[in-house]
Every structure is written in C-alpha cells, then in structure tokens.
C-alpha cells in the first residue's frame, strides 16, 4: 500500500480515536459516524467493531480500520462493475454475448467483427460456454 495513503488512514484513524489510546470503541465509532451525517446505533456500532476486530480486545486497532475502509472500497468496485456488466449484457440473459459485445463496442465506437467477439470472449470464459458470466466479466476487468 503506498505510503500517502497508510498516513492519510491513519489521520482519520486518529481522528476516530478521540481519547487517544490508538484504539477504536463502538462509542468512537458512532460518534465519528454520527459526525459524517450518518447514523449508527450503540448496538450496531458494537456488531461493526466485533465483525472488525482481529485480535479480539473489543477494539478496532489501526490495522483492523484499514481493512474496514479497504472492503468498503471493494465492495464500491463491484457495484461499478455491476453496472458496467449490465450495459454489455443488453440481451436480458445474464451473460454477455459476442453479440451484446459487438453493440456495446460500436457504441464506444469500437468495430468488432462478432468473430472478433468471440475470441474476446474466448479468452475469459472460464467454463467455456461461449458467453461472460458476471463473475467472468470481473476477472477481465480486475
């Protein structure tokens, strides 16, 4: 992870960590949210820092709050790519077909030949059923 980055984390880390023992609580955690126009309840709040917690002291420690925001950050990705797979996929059949592909290319003004199509797709197809699944369409654009 770039360097920038860990020090940007940890300034909002510090900022959640209100009293300043290098550790997250529930109640820090639903102040902070609370503080960003969100809302947490005190039970929830401590659900988020059990699920969280790594080493198990009911706190969220520095490294536990980076994979929070990581995972939250993941989770973003797949909904963009959700969203991307439905404008490819076009034929209502949950997957993405050479034809589907080709109209969707041409929109981007990309000429594809359907053969073309199908060597594309050709190369992500893991169960090589000529068509993209969504889990297929992810690994070709992760």
């Known amino acids: ?3 920038d980055k860990v020090s940007q984390y ?10 300043g023992d290098g550790r997250i609580s529930p109640s ?3 102040q902070c ?7 947490l309840s005190e039970a929830e709040a401590e659900e ?3 699920f969280l917690d790594t080493d198990g002291d009911g706190l969220l420690g520095l490294e536990d709050f980076v994979n929070f925001v990581e995972e939250g950050r993941e989770e973003e990705k797949v909904k963009d790519l959700r969203e991307a797979f439905k404008m490819y996929e076009m034929d209502g059949c949950g997957c993405i077909t050479p034809k589907s592909l080709k109209r969707m290319l041409s929109r981007l003004g990309e000429s594809k030949s359907v053969d ?6 050709a190369r992500f197809d893991l169960n090589g059923d000529g068509v993209l699944n969504f ?7 992760l």
């Open 1 to 3: 992870m770039h360097m």
């Open 10 to 19: 940890e300034r909002v880390f510090n900022h959640f960590d209100s009293n």
């Open 116 to 121: 073309e199509c199908k060597v594309m797709i």
């Open 33 to 39: 949210v609370g503080a960003i126009g969100g809302e």
């Open 48 to 50: 988020a820092v059990q």
């Open 28 to 30: 820090e955690l639903q």
């Open 135 to 141: 889990d297929e369409f992810m690994v070709m654009m």
